[in-house]
Every structure is written in C-alpha cells, then in structure tokens.
C-alpha cells in the first residue's frame, strides 16, 4: 500500500511563496502520473498541476506562470513552489499518485494566503 504525505503548508501573506513537498512510501519515478490537487472550503476539490512519468507537466489557469511541480530523486518527493501566492489560492492541498487503475492519496496540508 502506498503511502502519500504532503508537508509545507502553512499560512503565508499575499505575493509570498510556499514550497510543499509530498513523500511517498513508493519510488516516484514509478508511479504513471504524479499530482497536486486542492480543495477550498465549500468548493470542489480542482486539479493544480500534474508531472507524468516522463515528466511533462501541466498546470491550472490559475496557477501557471506562478507554481513549478517537479521531482527530487534523493529525497523521493514530489514538490510545489507557490510563487506570488493569492487569497484565492487559500485551500487544503492534496497529494495524489496513480499506478495503474488504482489512486492514492495524501492527508492534505493547509495553504491560508491571508494578511
């Protein structure tokens, strides 16, 4: 059984920037697509940005140009850099990894963008 757990958040003011990173009790490289998802209180939870197998990306509307997902081998983590971070960003954020049919998830971690 996989293991996700996310880390990083935390509260941040308006333009700052957050890293959150999610460890993985298996290697990364293995999984068939890596992901960040979030969900703001009321709201569904939304896609944020994704990082394949072979390490294309994508990203949200309302994040591109701002967040990077990326890898990290020695440390078998996945990660998001939040830059110029927005109210609207505010949201638990998720974890997720997908093998095969079957996906995981993480516990989630807090992001509030506030001043």
């Known amino acids: 059984q996989v293991q996700l757990v996310e880390s990083g958040g935390g509260l941040v003011q308006p333009g700052g920037s957050l890293q959150l990173s999610c460890a993985a009790s298996g290697d990364i490289f293995s999984f068939d697509m890596m992901a960040w998802y979030r969900q703001a209180s009321g709201k569904q939870r939304e896609l944020v940005a994704f990082?394949?197998?072979?390490?294309?990306?994508s990203y949200a509307d309302s994040v591109t140009g701002r967040f990077a997902i990326s890898r990290d081998s020695p440390t078998n983590t996945m990660a998001l850099q939040m830059n110029s971070l927005k109210p609207e960003d505010t949201a638990v954020y998720y974890c997720?990894?997908?093998?095969?049919?079957?996906?995981?998830w993480g516990q989630g971690t807090q992001v509030t963008v506030s001043s």
């Open positions: 997720n990894a997908i093998s095969g049919q079957t996906s995981y």
């Open positions: 990082i394949s197998k072979s390490a294309s990306t």
